[in-house]
Nanobody, 123 residues
């Protein structure tokens, strides 16, 4: 069992930065691939970034490549999403998720989810 708690969301102007953090409970955090998803109003949940169990491999959606960075600290049971050069279209609820099988593009393959944190980017 893993519990995930996101923090760091908020309101920021376009061009600004936010740092999202996801704290995981449990002793098996390093067994999970981790993903950050987002869901904007009226849209489907989409994978923004993902990271492998060791942190050695990462994935980014084209829409955030070069602006967002995902990282993890297995000693601290934490995964971070650093978001720079934010745009109004980045506005969404952001969720972190854990996948025992590694990581996946597909939301339904993730085993555990956080409650989400709102990110609003004003123009």
């Amino acid at each position: 069992q893993v519990q995930l708690v996101e923090s760091g969301g908020g309101l920021v102007q376009a061009g600004g930065s936010l740092r999202l953090s996801c704290a995981a409970s449990g002793r098996t955090f390093s067994s999970y691939g981790m993903g950050w998803f987002r869901q904007a109003a009226g849209k489907e949940r989409e994978l923004v970034a993902a990271i492998s169990r060791s942190g050695g491999n990462t994935y980014y959606a084209d829409s955030v490549k070069g602006r967002f960075t995902i990282s993890r600290d297995n000693a601290k049971n934490t995964v971070i999403l650093q978001m720079n050069s934010l745009k109004p279209e980045d506005t969404a609820v952001y969720y972190c998720a854990a996948d025992l099988a590694g990581w996946s593009y597909r939301a339904y393959e993730y085993d555990y989810w956080g409650q989400g944190t709102q990110v609003t980017v004003s123009s």
